[in-house]
């Protein structure tokens, strides 16, 4: 498989410093040939100190073998009936202890660099609690990756507003936050809760995503991490209209409401298009608001933060 964006090259902790553990979770359900993909990608991405847990939903079709195979590398796996997705990451993640937590559905890439590039930010930064990519990579049924994109960060306001839930607001929409490359410390997940909403079948990553902007900002890289695959009978595509339909009642319980078009749109369109030396006054006329970014500075070979 090629990789036309290729990660930055990452330095190991201090010497006499442990480095960060890194936990992971997939849960699968009847996804064998896409959980073996994933679960060797995730596995050739670890730089040490992974902690890696399957959880099983008490497949039908052979999975269990295939994770059997791979149990020597694992932390701990489990096979047996849950309550559907979001209780098995739960379930998953009670099993962890690593500082670094970041889930992957069965049929999702890790890139190579991507848990070694993620652990030197939190261990170089410590303000920073929780991380996204600013690559939007996405996968091909086959698992090939046939597209990337770029956005130009997240800011808090913006995504509290129901700026970056397509539909929410007339007007055009900003990116979303790819689940498969968020990655976050623990510190932040028990604050925030420590679990994902088991009430909401498919928008419990939207909802985690809005506690966690109650706690901290969150920092887009410019290193791709992970990518999703896209394929006829996924939840996301055959659901779409509910997952809408979640997170919006996600935001409206908090008291977001939508946006005409012309603001909506031009705030949008400002972040897309304002050239920086103009972006300071936008922010003062309260056009939009800068979001924060994590870049790989080539000169210093060290991460650079800054905004946007």
């Not at 999702?108 to 930064?125: C, G, K, N, Y």
């Not at 996600?250 to 939508?258: D, K, Q, T, Y």
């Not at 005409?260 to 922010?283: I, N």
């Amino acid at each position: 498989m090629s990789h036309p964006v290729a990660s930055p090259t990452v330095r190991t902790a201090p010497a006499g410093i442990a480095p960060m553990g890194i936990a992971i979770v997939t849960p699968s359900l009847n996804r064998r040939d896409f959980l073996r993909q994933t679960m060797d990608w995730t596995l050739a991405a670890d730089p040490g100190g992974l902690e890696y847990v399957v959880v099983d939903g008490g497949s039908s079709d052979g999975s269990l073998e295939i994770i059997r195979e791979r149990a020597p590398q694992l932390a701990g796996y489990v096979s047996e009936p849950d309550g559907g997705l979001y209780d098995a990451i739960n379930k998953g993640f009670a099993r962890t202890r690593g500082e670094i937590m970041g889930w992957i559905n069965a049929g999702d890439f890790l890139f190579p660099d991507s848990l070694a590039v993620v652990r030197e930010i939190f261990e170089t930064h410590p303000q920073i609690e929780w991380v996204t990519s600013r690559v939007l990579s996405f996968l091909d049924e086959k698992g090939r990756l046939v597209e990337q994109g770029v956005h130009q960060g997240i800011a808090r306001d913006s995504f509290l507003a129901g700026e970056h839930l397509e539909g929410f607001s007339k007007g055009r929409s900003a990116s979303f936050i790819q689940q498969e490359s968020t990655f976050w410390r623990r510190s932040l997940w028990e604050r925030a809760g420590g679990r994902l909403d088991t009430s909401l079948s498919l928008a419990a990553d939207f909802e985690l995503w809005h506690r966690f902007f109650q706690h901290a900002l969150l920092w887009s890289v410019s290193a791709p991490l992970g990518a999703f695959r896209r394929h006829a009978d996924q939840l996301s595509a055959v659901q779409r209209g509910e997952y809408l339909a979640q997170a919006e009642s996600v935001l409206r319980r908090h008291g977001a409401c939508p946006r005409g078009a012309v603001a909506q749109t031009l705030s949008v369109g400002l972040r897309r298009s304002l050239p920086r030396p103009l972006r300071s006054s936008a922010t003062r006329l309260g056009l939009f608001q800068p979001a924060p970014l994590c870049s790989f500075d080539a000169g210093s070979q060290s991460w650079r933060l800054e905004w946007l």
